[in-house]
């Protein structure tokens, strides 16, 4: 198990949340000149801890996407603080290993979809965008860095919801094909007000 490849404490003491809140990780300037970058075995093994996360993360828990997205870009120069991060994802899987998702569905086939995004998060203060559309009892998320740059959290949000949109969209498409067209609307879930009036008018 991670718990015991990683040599974690115990599942009562683990962390309520994937990453620390407002945690940032260091922007590559920073990694180049600092002196705790990971010795050649301890990469391999942050490398290791990311691959594990990374398969739970896509498989069965959506939850910690965006922390697995976050930490796999350091994995080329990872130094000890992307480890202590990498870890506490691990040790949030196994303490929080009783939740997962619910498949089957008492709605029949509708979507749904949600949407959040982390404005500048990235060095060249490109924002992060996370989303998932769920299909009747399914789910299917995606966590990507935004291609463009915004210059404000709402318009960062607009570009979230516009790659959200494009799964709805396939989604729709690929229902459609294989003959369960969706007539109703999609609802799309964000939480911020300034973004819901753009898409609004």
Same mark, same amino acid.
Request: proline share 5%; glycine share 4%; with cysteine.
């Given at each position: ?13 683990? $962390? ?61 120069? $990872? ?13 949030? %899987? ?9 498949? =089957? ?6 979507? %749904? ?46 570009? =979230? ?41």
């Amino acid at each position: 198990s991670m718990s015991e490849k990683y040599h974690l404490p115990p599942e009562k003491s683990f $962390p309520s949340t994937p990453m620390a809140p407002s945690s940032q990780l260091r922007t590559a300037e920073d990694t180049l000149l600092s002196q705790d970058l990971l010795s050649p075995s301890r990469k391999t093994m942050f490398q290791s801890v990311i691959g594990d996360i990374s398969w739970v993360g896509f498989h069965t828990r959506p939850d910690i996407l965006y922390a697995v997205n976050m930490l796999a870009r350091r994995a080329q120069n $990872p130094n000890e603080y992307d480890f202590k991060q990498a870890l506490r994802v691990a040790h949030y %899987i196994i303490g929080t290993s009783s939740l997962g998702l619910v498949l =089957g569905s008492q709605n029949g086939l509708h979507l %749904i979809a949600t949407v959040d995004t982390s404005y500048a998060t990235h060095d060249d203060m490109k924002s992060h965008s996370s989303w998932s559309v769920f299909m009747g009892g399914a789910i299917m998320s995606r966590s990507k860095k935004q291609s463009i740059m915004t210059d404000s959290s709402t318009l960062s949000e607009l570009v =979230g919801a516009h790659m959200c949109v494009k799964d709805i969209m396939w989604a729709r498409n690929f229902l459609c094909e294989v003959g369960y067209p969706i007539t109703s609307p999609t609802p799309l879930f964000i939480d911020t007000k300034s973004t819901l009036k753009i898409i609004e008018h």
